[in-house]
Nanobody, 123 residues
Framework: QVQLVESGGGLVQPGGSLRLSCAASGSIFSIYAMGWYRQAPGKQRELVATITSGGSTNYADSVKGRFTISRDSAKNTVYLQMNSLKPEDTAVYYC?????????????????WGQGTQVTVSS
């Protein structure tokens, strides 16, 4: 029904930058919000940043001032620009979309997740 495909992860040195992308496709009527979460080895998955259809954003304190989330609504795509990366940013980054399927009634919102992309910050 819905696919979220992430790209842009990789290995970067401390202080470097990466840009993640996540494109949603399928039987989508509308997307309420999209976001990025991450999970480091041995830790719980945590919120990194979210953005609503109206453009409101929310960031984890640990990434404020370094990461920027944005979206292209026409392409159902969300981006995460990550600057000044630190070793503690190393994790698998997951994209999530809260959306309404084309086949469902107004107000029926469901969460969908991408498969994750690895980000490793190391010298």
């Amino acid at each position: 029904q819905v696919q979220l495909v992430e790209s842009g992860g990789g290995l970067v040195q401390p202080g470097g930058s990466l840009r993640l992308s996540c494109a949603a496709s399928g039987s989508i009527f509308s997307i309420y919000a999209m976001g990025w979460y991450r999970q480091a080895p041995g830790k719980q998955r945590e919120l990194v940043a979210t953005i609503t259809s109206g453009g409101s954003t929310n960031y984890a304190d640990s990434v404020k001032g370094r990461f920027t989330i944005s979206r292209d609504s026409a392409k159902n795509t969300v981006y995460l620009q990550m600057n000044s990366l630190k070793p503690e940013d190393t994790a698998v980054y997951y994209c999530k979309a809260k959306l309404r399927l084309a086949t469902e009634l107004p107000g029926t919102l469901r969460d969908y997740w991408g498969q994750g992309t690895q980000v490793t910050v190391s010298s």
